[in-house]
């Protein structure tokens, strides 16, 4: 088991495996550094990325997230304006402040360096961090893996290099299944310390039937099992504040293009300009607006969706759910939830995203949420599913049906290759969120209209996802060489 909390961490666009993850990771081996006592004796740092990490790494900030991370920031308080210019700014300076507080001579373009030939045969999103003394030897060296959704893993540092295009063998890729680590959380609990652990979705439905208990309220028990109710409540409700911020922020931007060099149009602003003149959905309260399996305000869903992708990829403030390249399915499906559910109210928020939690969990624990690993059906497939589940949830769905609406959700993003233009998490990336939470409300729509019985269990469709991943081709997997990246000519 780990907290279901876990699933949505605040962070920074615009990828939680790319940049968010790379950031914690630099920052754990300078703290460690420090906690042995060594950094003061450190007088240059090394960077190394490999695999996914090198080949779309700048467009998606990985050299300055990690960059950052030696700083001593971490995603949920890192300036994303400073982020954004901290190639430029240690340029100017040539120094570099590790965790903030011992200065040292850096070259960017010496000291960060893109393997774009090898990979970790452990992990596609490996990368190594060494540290030298004055005289140029090693003082400590560290291997580090960004598996999906912000989580990070500590390697070896022998562990095996291979060309990005080998396929490594059943015992280098036992390595990615180890338990995982976020960089400031806490230690995650075995199924002892909870009292209803699953490992499946079968048994957590068979825990609901037994118990007579929601979804929801065999993860709260579980939740509330490791940290005070009161915690678990305001972290959800900080979770949903940002997410509303997010799209709130991402509907009034000034910025005209995003990021890049693909120059991509933000359409949000002029997309919410047009459907606020008809009414703003944003600035009423909750719950008006009844029979909410039969509304047709898909425009306000695409609309949510598009606000936060938009402000994953200008790189800005988001909440990884459950990764930067899926964050705005689930926040444009609760917002769905807020403005067109006549019922909705914060219990609701939190019944959802404990809901969604669980999938999450599900998900990361049997298959795989990083998109280097399994394609865009770990990332926009998972939200989706997940996004299902919580929709399902409060409107009334049995634990059936709950599981019913997360199946139809990833079933139908099986095979989702990612396949990102230039390496950045725009095309196809913005728009795929946004059809990804309007197939979560049909999902939902399709599984409140039926009994909760289906053919195709939740189990069987995580274990064909991550089936499908370690089948698709490692060009379709986050590599920028294969798919729309190599179609789509840049000018």
Same mark, same amino acid.
């Given at each position: 088991?780990?907290?279901?909390?876990?699933?949505?961490?605040?962070?920074?666009?615009?990828?939680?495996?790319?940049?968010?993850?790379?950031?914690?990771?630099?920052?754990?081996?300078?703290?460690?550094?420090?906690?042995?006592?060594?950094?003061?004796?450190?007088?240059?740092?090394?960077?190394?990325?490999?695999?996914?990490?090198?080949?779309?790494?700048?467009?998606?900030?990985? @050299?300055?997230?990690?960059?950052?991370?030696?700083?001593?920031?971490?995603?949920?308080t890192v300036d994303t304006d400073h982020l954004l210019h901290i190639h430029e700014e240690c340029d100017r300076r040539g120094i570099l402040?590790?965790?903030?507080?011992?200065?040292?001579?850096?070259?960017?373009?010496?000291?960060?360096?893109?393997?774009?030939?090898?990979?970790?045969?452990?992990?596609?999103?490996?990368?190594?961090?060494?540290?030298?003394?004055?005289?140029? +030897?090693?003082?400590?060296? $560290?291997?580090?893996?960004?598996?999906?959704?912000?989580?990070?893993?500590?390697?070896?540092? +022998?562990?095996?290099?291979?060309?990005?295009?080998?396929?490594?063998?059943?015992?280098?890729?036992?390595?990615?299944?180890?338990?995982?680590?976020?960089?400031?959380?806490?230690?995650?609990?075995?199924?002892? @310390?909870?009292?209803?652990?699953?490992?499946?979705?079968?048994? &957590?439905?068979?825990?609901?039937?037994?118990?007579?208990?929601?979804?929801?309220?065999?993860?709260?028990?579980?939740?509330?099992?490791?940290?005070?109710?009161?915690?678990?409540?305001?972290?959800? !409700?900080?979770? /949903?504040?940002?997410?509303?911020?997010?799209?709130?922020?991402?509907?009034?931007?000034?910025?005209?293009?995003?990021?890049?060099? !693909?120059?991509?149009?933000?359409?949000?602003?002029?997309?919410?300009?047009?459907?606020?003149?008809?009414?703003?959905?944003?600035?009423? +309260?909750?719950?008006?607006?009844?029979?909410?399996?039969?509304?047709?305000?898909?425009?306000?869903?695409?609309?949510?969706?598009?606000?936060?992708?938009?402000?994953?990829?200008?790189?800005?403030?988001?909440?990884?759910?459950?990764?930067?390249?899926?964050?705005?399915?689930?926040?444009?499906?609760?917002?769905?939830? /807020?403005?067109?559910? @006549?019922?909705?109210?914060?219990?609701g928020v939190i019944r959802f995203l404990l809901t969604a939690g669980a999938v999450g969990y599900l998900f990361k624990r049997n298959a795989?949420?990083?998109?280097?690993?399994?394609?865009?059906?770990?990332?926009?497939?998972?939200?989706? *599913?997940?996004?299902?589940?919580? !929709?399902?949830?409060? !409107?009334?769905?049995?634990?059936?049906?709950?599981?019913?609406?997360?199946?139809?959700?990833?079933?139908?993003?099986?095979?989702?290759?990612? =396949?990102?233009?230039?390496?950045?998490? $725009?095309?196809?990336?913005?728009?795929?969120?946004?059809?990804?939470?309007?197939?979560?409300?049909?999902?939902?729509?399709?599984?409140?209209?039926?009994?909760? *019985?289906?053919?195709?269990? &939740? =189990? $069987?469709?995580?274990?064909?996802?991550?089936?499908?991943?370690?089948?698709?081709? *490692?060009?379709?997997?986050?590599? *920028?060489?294969?798919?729309?990246?190599?179609?789509?000519?840049?000018?």
């Amino acid at each position: 088991m780990f907290s279901v909390l876990d699933m949505f961490s605040i962070g920074v666009g615009p990828s939680s495996s790319h940049t968010v993850g790379p950031m914690r990771a630099a920052h754990a081996f300078v703290a460690s550094l420090r906690d042995c006592g060594l950094l003061g004796g450190v007088a240059r740092v090394r960077v190394t990325l490999y695999g996914s990490l090198s080949l779309t790494g700048l467009g998606h900030g990985t @050299d300055r997230a990690a960059v950052a991370g030696l700083e001593g920031n971490l995603p949920e308080t890192v300036d994303t304006d400073h982020l954004l210019h901290i190639h430029e700014e240690c340029d100017r300076r040539g120094i570099l402040t590790l965790g903030g507080t011992h200065a040292i001579e850096f070259d960017y373009g010496r000291d960060v360096v893109f393997d774009q030939w090898r990979r970790m045969a452990a992990h596609p999103n490996g990368m190594r961090f060494e540290a030298f003394d004055a005289s140029g +030897d090693i003082v400590d060296e $560290q291997v580090w893996y960004s598996i999906g959704g912000g989580f990070i893993q500590r390697g070896n540092a +022998d562990d095996r290099l291979i060309g990005n295009h080998e396929h490594p063998s059943a015992q280098d890729g036992a390595q990615s299944d180890a338990a995982t680590k976020s960089d400031g959380a806490a230690a995650s609990p075995t199924d002892g @310390d909870v009292p209803y652990p699953f490992a499946t979705c079968d048994e &957590l439905i068979d825990i609901c039937r037994r118990e007579g208990m929601a979804i929801d309220q065999v993860v709260w028990a579980n939740e509330t099992a490791m940290r005070p109710a009161d915690e678990v409540r305001g972290r959800l !409700l900080e979770v /949903w504040r940002v997410m509303r911020e997010c799209v709130s922020n991402g509907c009034s931007s000034t910025e005209a293009v995003l990021p890049g060099g !693909l120059d991509v149009p933000r359409r949000a602003p002029r997309m919410y300009a047009r459907l606020a003149s008809n009414g703003d959905v944003l600035k009423r +309260d909750a719950g008006r607006i009844d029979a909410v399996l039969e509304s047709s305000d898909a425009a306000w869903v695409d609309l949510f969706a598009l606000a936060v992708s938009e402000e994953n990829a200008g790189g800005r403030r988001i909440v990884t759910a459950p990764t930067n390249g899926s964050a705005g399915i689930i926040p444009a499906v609760l917002l769905y939830y /807020w403005h067109f559910v @006549d019922v909705a109210d914060e219990d609701g928020v939190i019944r959802f995203l404990l809901t969604a939690g669980a999938v999450g969990y599900l998900f990361k624990r049997n298959a795989s949420i990083s998109g280097a690993e399994v394609g865009c059906q770990g990332e926009v497939g998972v939200a989706c *599913s997940m996004a299902a589940a919580g !929709l399902a949830a409060v !409107l009334g769905g049995t634990p059936e049906q709950v599981e019913n609406a997360a199946e139809i959700g990833i079933e139908h993003n099986l095979g989702l290759t990612c =396949d990102p233009v230039g390496g950045l998490v $725009q095309i196809p990336c913005i728009e795929r969120n946004a059809m990804g939470a309007n197939t979560a409300i049909n999902a939902v729509r399709m599984a409140m209209l039926g009994d909760g *019985s289906h053919i195709v269990s &939740l =189990d $069987q469709a995580i274990l064909t996802m991550k089936q499908t991943g370690e089948d698709m081709m *490692s060009k379709y997997k986050e590599t *920028s060489k294969g798919g729309l990246a190599v179609n789509v000519v840049e000018c």
